[in-house]
């Protein structure tokens, strides 16, 4: 076993000494009534940017979705191997969430891809594809910043991108049937890593604010 594994193997049996050893009511809960969280965090699949890790949350708390940019598809019916549309209408439908949390990020792979068209465009790739659901992000950007550089381009895409993915979550049925009963609210979140700040969208102010 490598050391990088042998290191999750030990954060494993820490987290079992936490959770099964010396506190067990938590699990005893939650093995015995079932998961019910009340949030979805849909975040990048970026390894610093990890919403149980961010959030400090206990195990129960969150339903997670984790892919390339945090990106939401817009609702499509018919079929296809739907792993976001799925995991949502899951969180929705089944658990019931009262909240959804994009949590996009600064220096992201995934917008810097789309952004920059440097990712590999054939058709062997996935990534190109997936990232067009945040196309127009990247028309805006070049649009009203055309000069700036790179890194505030990149950060305003990744911005106007978990924009993108809360109006597509909009799009999804049962989650317009759900925010207008008041039953479900839509967030949208931004980590800085420069001085680790967590932004959050102001409906309010059209901008995201430090939180
Ligand atoms: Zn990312």
Redesign the pocket.
Known sequence: MSDEVKKLVDGFHSFRNKYFVKDTDLFDHLRTDGQAPKTLIIG???SR?DPALLTQANPGDIFVIRN???LVPPYEEGGGFHGVSSAIEFAVKNLKVENIIVL??E?????HALLTGTHDNSSKSFIGSWVKIAAEARIEVLREIPNAPLKEQLNSC?KKAVLISMENLMSFPFIEERMKAHELKIYGWFFQLEGGKLLEFSYEQRKFVEI
């Open positions: 990048c699949s970026d940017v390339v940019a945090n996009g990020h220096q992201c792979g995934g917008i990744a």
